[in-house]
């Protein structure tokens, strides 16, 4: 009954996820029981199969230590100087798991106006109070809603009604006693403070409890020095060796080849520099869609491939270029070079929600990438605002004029040429909360999906294609409509 993908994906048609439907397998174990731990490179492991894209709304610091705390990770985005970049990946990788990245400071000098714009466009109101509003310097005071709430004048100064009775710990203090301290006490924040008074960190109420969410979030991703796993996107420019060096000393754990075409000359040169000039980095190259690339840049020596080409949601490259491929198809044709050589792939754009990672990841994927997924959570850059009552975070593709008109135009390779020819859109996404909300359930999601296939874990899966035991189909039109949401005159929409 149905087709084997083998057979499948040898009928010339480009396939997205929603074009094709698995069948049910053999349930014969728990859902609790899948494991959806799998490799991103050769020699990087995760425990979540999830990762986030190199994109100025989508990753920097918050975003890269919430995928590292899930257990996934973060490549932090080059829209920006070397400088800029490496110091995002510093900060990064010196954030402990659970305490807040980036805390954001006011001064007492401050007026209540502040905190109010702090709540509307971050969207809290609890904030530290520090000599000069920076992390770093003495801590004076906290502000939180019940300070703020009945003052009319909001032109009075953050000094004139802070609460000066804090509850601190010192630098240093563990997650686990840390969470004790703030757990017996009926505070919002507890910040660790320096011997000599300045504030370093910070511990927050509303964070423990994402932390205590259900499904439990497990352990985050480590590298062997015991800081969390961050990555980082570079060009193939020659100023992306520079950049590359600062990346390092920063710390990255592994580097990405940023570009819609990966099959080229200049990415074969860059990944042969960086293999001979920072030998034990992983580079990740592409982006690629046929088998024959695939099988290029892994000659050119990858440790993992990066897939899809005018899939993401923002992307206008098949349109403007008329190259590219169906994501299902892609995923596979490259996942069945790449994975018999040892290297994983990397499903790239398209992801909507959860059946799409259980289709990727089916299809061969080790890992999925996600833009607008997780554009819209509070980890993404970016301030929240309001569009007819609707809570909104801008997102925008790499290849839009607007972020070419910051920099980003070398993964278009339009570098070279004076014409800068748009092969993304910018717009907006829905406020979607934390990442650690959302990719637990989405997880669990996941987990329900490979339990349907009857695997039980990313490996089992692809043992399940390569054998022709997964079987799957093509969705007519009708059939895509019948899956989805029909017949109601009206329905909410809760994640969970
Ligand atoms: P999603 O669907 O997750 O896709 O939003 C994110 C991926 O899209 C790619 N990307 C672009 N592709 N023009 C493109 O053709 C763009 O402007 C653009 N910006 C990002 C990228 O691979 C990302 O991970």
Known sequence: D?????????????????????HPGYINFAVDDVDLSTSLTRN??????????????VTEESMAVAMAAVGGIGFVHYNNTAQEQADI????????????ANPVCVSPSDTISVIDSLKASKGFSSVVVTEDGKVGSRLVGIVTSRDVDFVRDRSTQVREVMSTDLLIAPA????????????????????????????????????????????PIGAPSLGSDDKILVGAAIGTRESDKDRLKLLVEAGVNVVILDSSQGDSM?????????????AGL???????VTAYQAKNLIEAGVDGLRVGMGSGSICTTQEVCAVGRGQGTAVYKTAAVANALGVPIIADGGISNSGHIVKALSLGASTVMMGSFLAGTDEAPGDFYFQDGVKLKRYRGMGSLEAMTKGSDARYLGDKTRLKIAQGVSGSVAAKGSVLQLLPYTMQAVKQGLQDLGVSSVKASHDGLNAGAIRLEVRT????????????VSYEKRRF
């Open 2 to 22: 149905g087709f084997s993908a083998g057979s499948l994906f040898k009928q010339g048609f480009s396939y997205t996820y929603d074009d094709l439907i698995f």
């Open 172 to 215: 240093g203090t563990t997650l686990e006693e840390a969470t004790k301290i703030l757990t017996r006490n009926k505070k919002s924040l507890l910040p660790l403070v320096s011997e000599s008074g300045s504030f370093v960190e910070l511990l927050c109420r509303t964070d423990l409890k994402a932390y205590h969410a259900l499904p």
């Open 266 to 278: 200049y990415q074969r040169q860059m990944i042969e520099y960086i293999k001979k000039s920072h």
């Open 89 to 100: 990946v510093k900060k990064a990788k010196k954030q402990r798991v659970g305490f807040v």
């Open 44 to 57: 990087i492991k995760l425990r979540t199969p999830c990762v986030s894209s190199p994109m100025d709304t």
């Open 282 to 288: 992983d580079v990740i190259g592409g982006n690629v």
């Open 477 to 488: 039109g009708a059939a895509q409509r019948e899956g989805g949401i029909h017949d109601l």
